[in-house]
């Protein structure tokens, strides 16, 4: 079981706006900021939004992050085939001291 | 460019010792950051295993902290993992990366696959 909640599953189809969600508690997003991962097939997985909402140098600006109290959200917008992937979400957790995922989200493109 | 490398046994015996390097190019260790291990069960999702500074200051995930050792040679600009005890249920890919304090993984290694079978 993991600390931060996500979906098992999300999916869209090229175009369409998708947003994945993150559920934790005050110890851990509450109180720090969350990072997303992409981890498409037999790959590692890739930094994509990091301290809530920002984006690594080369991530295009049709994936962005937002945090509201002990939850966050990754936005994908004008859905791609290439955006199929496993998605984490990731915080630091005070409680634990210690770095905490989400059990990610599967995003299929239909 | 920072590259991170994973080497070690891709096949461990129960109750033996899982040992593991990450070797760095592109950055010196000894500049900063926390350098972080990272593991994925086959099909499953990923758990932090624990990270480690230049200084040598560690911290593990509670769950595998009476099992885990980190440490760093900033001479060979390398860190390292040892897991004791394992079992099937330690069988994962194990990652490397950078770590900015008590925040998010940059950089990545490949990732090795760890089995732990007689």
């Known amino acids: 079981q993991s600390v931060l909640t996500q979906p098992p599953s999300a999916s869209g189809t090229p175009g369409q706006r998708v947003t994945i969600s993150c559920s934790g508690s005050s110890s851990n997003i509450g109180s720090n900021t969350v990072n997303w991962y992409q981890q498409l097939p037999g790959t590692a997985p890739k930094l994509l939004i990091y301290?809530?909402?920002q984006r690594p140098s080369g991530v295009p600006d049709r994936f962005s992050g937002s945090k509201s109290g002990t939850s966050a959200s990754l936005a994908i917008s004008g859905l791609q085939s290439e955006d199929e992937a496993d998605y984490y979400c990731?915080?630091?957790?005070?409680?634990?001291?210690?770095?905490?995922f989400g059990g990610g989200t599967k995003l299929t493109v239909l | 460019q920072v590259q991170l490398q994973e080497s070690g046994p891709g096949l461990v015996k129960p109750s033996e010792t899982l040992s593991l390097t990450c070797a760095v190019s592109?950055?010196?260790?000894?500049?900063?950051?926390?350098w972080g291990w990272i593991r994925q069960p086959p099909g499953k999702g990923l758990e932090w295993i624990g990270s480690?500074?230049?200084?040598?200051?560690?911290y593990y995930n509670p769950s595998l902290k009476s099992r885990v050792t980190i440490s760093v040679d900033t001479s060979k600009n390398q860190f390292s993992l040892k897991l004791s005890s394992v079992t099937a249920a330690d069988t994962a890919v194990y990652y490397c990366?950078?770590?900015?304090?008590?925040?998010?993984?940059?950089?990545w290694g490949q990732g090795t696959l760890v089995t732990v079978s007689s």
């Open positions: 592109g950055y010196s260790i000894s500049s900063g950051y926390y």
């Open positions: 480690i500074y230049h200084s040598g200051s560690t």
């Open positions: 301290s809530n909402n």
């Open positions: 990731a915080a630091w957790d005070d409680s634990l001291n210690g770095q905490v």
């Open positions: 990366a950078r770590q900015r304090v008590e925040s998010d993984f940059d950089y």
